[in-house]
Structures are given as C-alpha cells and as structure tokens.
C-alpha cells in the first residue's frame, strides 16, 4: 500500500513552458485534493475532485487545470508556466469525512 | 472568508509542554484539524476536533471551543524529533464536498 504518490519530485521549467504534474493513489478514496505551500506558508487548495469525473476549482486556481478521468488519479496540468507559480505541490486524498493523506510533494521552480 | 491565525514559532526544552493555539475566523466549520509538517516533508494528520472539548492522542491533544472561536494543540513530553511546522485547518462545507482551509503554520522549535 503506497498510500499517495507524485511524480517528479523536482522540476525546473522555463516561463512559458507547460507540464503535467502526477498524482496516483491506492486507497481507493474518492476525495482528491491539490494544493500548493508557498515558503513559510500554509497550504492553499487549488483544485479538488469527490469522484472520477467530478472536479471543482479550490481558493487559487488560475493558471492550472485538472482531470480525473480514474479513481486513482489526479493530474494537475500548467499550462503557461510564470514565476508565481514557483511552489512546492501537494496531492491529497481522503474518504468523505477522514483525514487527509498527503503525497511527498513537487517542488516546481519557473525561472 | 476564512481566516486562521497561529503564532509564527515556537521554541522550548525537551521534556517541556508547549501549546499552539488557532484562532479563526469563518462563517461555519464542521471541525478542527491539526497537521505536522516537517522541514522538506509532507503534512501528516495529528488530530481532529469535531466537537468542542479536548481530544488526546498520546503525547498530543487538541482542544476546540466554537463560541471562543478559538482551539489548541498541546505537545506534552517534548521530543527533539516534535521540532517541525504545526498547521492548524477548519474543514469548511463546499457544494459538493468539503474542503480544509489551513493556518499559515507554527514553527515549533525543541531544544536540548
């Protein structure tokens, strides 16, 4: 049991370019959530899935997109890559009412 | 909206107790939730406050009071390997879900 897994762990992109950020998990759980911490700050919730198929924008979702085509995963793609968007990400997941399980994170830099 | 504020850091001794307090602001919650974080790694759950009152898991507890608007997390016994980033989140109902809006984190800090 895995529990929550991202790829990559690290990625350098130029201003502009675009990429898709992975997240799998293995507990069977309906709820997914992204997130992005800024250095020194909480967590803010970009976007979140109750289902496959089912996806809604969190408190700052310009600049991404989602899908959630499976129950196991939850891509998080950039479109235009720009230096605000230099984060550290989080995937997440739950059953309705639990606690959130985290992944290890992707510390995305945009230079 | 939604606000929390917790203090910013946090320093004590092995062996110590310490309390982070939460204070928020927000138009309806259902619970209290605490996460530790640390340096370089993800958030993992401590523990969850639903209803008012005090909950103790081992070392921790966290204690809620909605008409205080107000809840902490209390660290008994400190350990070198508690120092990390405490966050404090209120789980807030969405149209379809609910979704955890989170404190900008505490920095607790244990010395030898």
């Known amino acids: 049991n895995a529990g929550v897994t991202q790829t990559p762990k690290f990625r350098i992109l130029k201003i502009g370019q675009s990429m898709t950020l992975q997240c799998t998990q293995d507990m069977n759980h309906n709820y997914m959530y992204w997130y992005r911490q800024d250095p020194g700050m909480g967590l803010k919730l970009i976007y979140y899935?109750?289902?496959?198929?089912?996806?809604d924008k969190g408190e700052v979702p310009n600049g991404y997109n989602v899908s959630r085509s499976t129950t196991e995963d939850f891509p998080l793609r950039l479109e235009l890559a720009a230096p605000s968007q230099t984060s550290v990400y989080f995937c997440?997941?739950?059953?309705?009412?639990?606690?959130?399980?985290f992944g290890p994170g992707t510390r995305l830099t945009v230079t | 909206g939604q606000s929390l504020e917790q203090p910013s850091e946090v320093t004590a001794v092995e062996g110590a107790i310490v309390q982070i307090n939460c204070t928020y602001q927000t138009s309806g919650f259902y619970g209290l939730s605490w996460y530790q974080q640390h340096d370089g790694g993800a958030p993992t759950f401590l523990s969850y406050?639903?209803?008012?009152g005090l909950e103790e898991t081992g070392r921790f507890s966290s204690f809620l009071s909605r008409s205080d608007s107000y809840g902490y997390l209390l660290l008994q016994e400190l350990q070198m390997k508690d120092s990390a980033s405490y966050f404090c989140?209120?789980?807030?109902?969405?149209?379809?879900?609910?979704?955890?809006?989170f404190g900008t984190g505490t920095r607790l800090q244990v010395f030898p």
């Open positions: 406050n639903g209803l008012d």
């Open positions: 989140a209120v789980r807030v109902p969405s149209y379809n879900t609910d979704k955890l809006i």
């Open positions: 899935s109750v289902g496959a198929g089912i996806t």
């Open positions: 997440a997941s739950s059953n309705q009412e639990g606690e959130q399980y």
